[in-house]
Nanobody
Framework: EVQLVEFGGGSVQAGGSLTLSCTAS????????IGWFRQAPGKERERVSC????????YYSDSVKGRFTISRDNAKRMVFLQMDSLKPEDTGVYYC??????????????????WGQGTQVTVSS
């Protein structure tokens, strides 16, 4: 059974930093892409960043480009999202999502069949 567990959320002031982590267990091989998505109250879930299974391809949404960095440690089966220069509009529940059906990342929610429970990030002004 595949399980994704996020941790590292919290409350910070604007301009601060947080690092989110996601542990991925249960994939039968190392070939799985991971994406980070977020959902603010009253808004649809949106892509933040995603990474290929080999960590060779990374995508970022325009709203976080230059401020967030995604990385992964396949030996530890972990994916990280370093978030710097946080803004109040970054507030939301952040979800780690995984797919064993593709090695390249996808910006589309529908392409991910496994989801974590989410972790809250709150950025105050």
């Amino acid at each position: 059974e595949v399980q994704l567990v996020e941790f590292g959320g919290g409350s910070v002031q604007a301009g601060g930093s947080l690092t989110l982590s996601c542990t991925a267990s249960g994939f039968t091989s190392g070939d799985y892409a991971i994406g980070w998505f977020r959902q603010a109250p009253g808004k649809e879930r949106e892509r933040v960043s995603c990474v290929s299974s080999a960590d060779s391809t990374r995508y970022y949404s325009d709203s976080v480009k230059g401020r967030f960095t995604i990385s992964r440690d396949n030996a530890k089966r972990m994916v990280f999202l370093q978030m710097d220069s946080l803004k109040p509009e970054d507030t939301g529940v952040y979800y780690c999502a995984g797919t064993g059906r593709r090695v390249l990342p996808s910006p589309h929610l529908k392409d991910y069949e496994y989801w974590g429970q989410g972790t809250q990030v709150t950025v105050s002004s």
